[in-house]
Each structure stands twice: as C-alpha cells, then as structure tokens.
C-alpha cells in the first residue's frame, strides 16, 4: 500500500470529489496539481474569479478551497489513503492554500463519523434554497453536525428561537443594504446564468428558489431589479432551523479549517437525508457580521447555514480540466 502509485483513475476520483465542493457563487476559486514524488495533490486558489464587493478579503473564496480540501480527504479516504494536510505549507507561495498528501493505509474509523462513509454524499449535496417542510431535525443529527465543526477546529451553534429570529433579522438587514448598492447588486448579477447556457461557473437560475412570501427567510437575491428574471413567492418553514459555523480566530488557516468544517458538516447532513443551504450576507458587512457574534468574545461567524427536510437543489455546473488550466 506504502508504494501504491496515484493511477489516473484515482486521480479523476480524486478530483471529481474535490470540485463538487459549494463555493461563493459557484465561482470555484481552486486549482489543482498532483506532485507524484511525495504522492501529493497541491490545491492553491484561483484568482481569476474574484468578488471585490462581496468577498473584499477572499475569506469566503478560502471558505470554499477548506471545502474542496475536505473532499479530497475523504475521497482519498475512500480510496484507501490516509490524508495527510498541510494549510499554507511554503511561505514563498502564497496562494498554494493545502497540501494533501496520500500517505499509509487508512488506520482505525476517525471520530466521531468515519469520513469513508461520507464519500456517497458528496455528489448527493446540493444547496436548496427551496422552502422546508418545518418538520425538526432530531437531536442526534444536530448533535453529530456540531460534532463535525469541532473535529475540524471549528464551532457550530443551533441557536434557540430568540437568537435565530435576530440572526435572521442581521441576514435581512444585510440583504436589504445588498438591494440598494448597485455595486453589489451587479456582483452577485454577474454570477447568476441563464437556463441553457453553457457557463461552467455561477449559479444557474434553475437552482435558486422562490422568495419568501412572509419574509422570514430572507434567501440571497441573485437577480437583481426588474427587468431581471422575477421568482414565484412561496411561503418559507415557520420554524427555521440555523446553524451558525464560527471560529476563535480570524486568520486564512482559520478560514481554510472552517471550510473544511462546513463541508463536513454539510456531509454528515446530508448522509441524514438533511438538506441545506447558506446564508452569508451578513458577513459581507463588519458590523452585522460582528453583531452575529451576539455577546460572545473571539467568536469570529463565518457562514449561516439553514438546515431541514425537503426539496433537493437545482444542479449547479463545475469546470472541467480543460476549463480551468
Ligand atoms: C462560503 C460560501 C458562501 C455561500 N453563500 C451563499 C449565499 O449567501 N446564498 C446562497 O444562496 N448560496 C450561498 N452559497 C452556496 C453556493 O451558491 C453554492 O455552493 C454554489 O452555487 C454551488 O452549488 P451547490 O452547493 O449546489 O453545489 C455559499 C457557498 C459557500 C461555500
């Protein structure tokens, strides 16, 4: 097993698994390479597909890289292989963000899931930005979904309901200054593709949601004013379930395990039959973003996530090689 070489065919599974990560507007700010000497796959960021209005920092960019890295953990997992990760492995290159290198054979099942037994959602997870049905999710998956955070280095809080009307009311607010900033507006537009069209990037219109008729959940607007595409109103859960992934520290390893923690979180859901999707508005602005911190010290919020039973999402696109040199 120690000299087992990387074969393509391990490779493409490899890499299959990485890209069907979520990422900010499907924008996929990664890069792969293969070093077959230490049996390593390089993952840097890409920085073709920037967001200067939403993602000033590329903090969410890094979000989805940690996803990505999560994936080829478990797909190596999968085929057999210990990952070994380094964040930010060479201080001369900068944007080589992880490596993951392909080491023994897989020792005994990892706490508190085995991540072999998570390959099967990866290519099942889908963000659905659908209404849920309300019905609760029981207590043992949320608590093997905060248990994924922190085995990543992170933390997930389901808050009560006082605390997710007020996470909730911060999104909305965030969505409401989105709508009046022609900027950002034009941003998040630029991401949004037309049914049919080819694009391997952004996120097609058969994939958003309808709005919500009472307003509760205040899902992210991609279209823009009218004469954009218009969506049907449908009435959203009365109960919303939320799940709020932050970290003690704000630094880019931060960002790259709180990736890593997402996705994982986002697997062991949907290995439960969970759906999910993500709300981060509110951490495009400092002060709501800071405000989701509610009273709590060196909580740095990275990502909302809204979690329950319902429909599937609509597929959404990924480069492939040829695509993304
Ligand atoms: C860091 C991050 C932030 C995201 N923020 C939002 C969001 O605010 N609203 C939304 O509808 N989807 C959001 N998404 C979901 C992406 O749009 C989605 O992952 C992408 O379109 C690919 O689709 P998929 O998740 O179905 O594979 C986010 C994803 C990531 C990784």
Known sequence: MQSREVDAPAVQTLLAAAVAAPSIHNTQPWRFGLDPDSRSILVR??????????????????????????????????????PLVRLRPAEDDPDLLATVQLTGPVA????????????????????????????????????EMTGSARAEGAHLDVPDIVTTRRLLRLTAAAESRNAVHPARTAEVRTWLTAPGAAAPYGVPLTALGPRDASGRVPVRDFTGAPPAPQLPTLRFERHVQLAL???????????????????????????????????????????????????????????LIRFGYGPDGGRTPRATADEAP
Not at 50 to 71: I, K
Not at 129 to 136: H, K, N
Not at 289 to 301: E, K, L, V
């Open 245 to 303: 992934l932050w970290t003690h520290h704000d630094r880019r390893e931060d960002w790259l395990r709180a990736g890593q923690a997402l996705e994982r979180v986002l697997l062991t859901a949907t290995a439960h039959g969970v759906r999910t999707s993500m709300l981060h508005q509110a951490m495009e602005w400092p002060d709501l973003r800071q405000a989701m911190a509610g009273s709590r010290r060196r909580c740095h919020p990275q990502l």
């Open 108 to 143: 005994g099942p990892s706490a508190p899931r085995d991540l072999r037994e998570l390959y099967g959602a990866i290519e099942r997870r889908r963000t659905s930005r659908m209404p849920f049905t309300g019905r609760t999710v029981p207590d043992q998956v949320v608590m």
């Open 45 to 82: 960021v890409d920085r073709r597909r920037p967001l200067p209005m939403t993602d000033p920092q590329a903090r969410a960019q890094y979000l989805s890289v940690g996803a990505a890295v999560f994936n080829l953990r478990v797909a190596a997992e999968h085929l057999g292989w210990e």
